[in-house]
Each structure stands twice: as C-alpha cells, then as structure tokens.
C-alpha cells in the first residue's frame, strides 16, 4: 500500500498556492494566463459551491493538493461531485486534472491522490467515480484501480 512520503500531506487548495498549483498543472496540460486573481476567485467560487447529500450539504468541488516537507505544493488534483436525475437522483464523482510536479514524479503521489479523491467522493454518497484521461495515461490508472468504461467524446470551441 502507498503511503505519502515524512512530512507530505494532502489538503484543500488554498489561495495562496497559486504560483505552485499553476505551475504544477503545467506538466499535465495548457494553463493559460491566469492570474492571481482570478485563481483566488475560482478557489472562492469551489469553496462555496454545494451540493445535497440526503440531509447534508456538501462541496461540490474538492480540489486537494499534497505539499512536501517545506510546504510546496507538488501534486494537485480534484474531486467534482456531480447531482444526476438517474440513479434516483445520485451522486457521481468525477476526478480532474491530476498533476504532479516533474521532480516529485516517481513516489507514488498520483496514486495517492486518486485514492484520496476517490474515498472522498464515496464517502460523500457517489455510487461511481468516474475520470477521463489520455490513451498514454491508461496504464497509470488503471494501477490506481480505475478500468475502462466508454468512450469520451469532445467538443471545443
């Protein structure tokens, strides 16, 4: 079983882990110009979206990053919990944007944050957790419990 490294620990984004969580997010995809501001804006908005789990509310976004021994914030990743009508109106998770910083890669961290968000998500009542990645990454999921199911589709503007 994976265990975080001495020190490492797993917790909320906050607004000041802007700088790391953007530059973190780089190895996975195109960040874009984001600005402080308008980082601290999004953890605001995640912070007061909600969700009704049977009598409780609950966060309806749950970004998680794992710091190391000095406080830098080396992986991030989110859980979105999601209200469907099937499923007598249940819950699904769906975990997003997976990173962990290049030099950091190797220790089982990903793994770890996919367990985390995964429990989270069925802790909150979801009767599945779903994710999407890319055809390269497949393997590395699969490792962290997760199999094949459907085909994602796409469209951008």
């Given at each position: 079983m994976a265990v975080l490294p001495p020190g490492y620990s797993i917790r909320r984004i906050e607004p000041r882990d802007y700088e790391e969580v953007v530059e973190t997010l780089k190895v996975l995809t195109v960040v874009g110009d984001v600005t402080r501001a308008k980082f601290e804006?999004?953890?605001?908005?995640?912070?007061?979206?909600?969700?009704?789990?049977?009598?409780?509310?609950?966060?309806?976004?749950?970004?998680?990053?794992?710091?190391?021994?000095?406080?830098?914030?080396?992986?991030?990743g989110t859980v979105l919990i999601e209200r469907k009508i099937i499923r007598n109106c249940g819950l699904v998770g769906h975990v997003e944007d997976i990173a962990v910083a290049k030099d950091q890669q190797g220790k089982q961290l990903g793994l770890l944050l996919i367990q985390y968000l995964t429990r989270l998500a069925h802790e909150a009542g979801c009767y599945k957790v779903i994710l999407d990645c890319d055809e390269k990454n497949v393997g590395f999921y699969e490792k962290c419990g997760y199999r094949r199911c459907g085909v994602e589709m796409d469209h951008r503007l």
């Open positions: 804006e999004t953890v605001e908005f995640w912070n007061n979206s909600t969700v009704k789990a049977g009598n409780a509310e609950i966060r309806a976004y749950n970004p998680h990053v794992i710091v190391n021994a000095e406080g830098r914030v080396v992986a991030t």
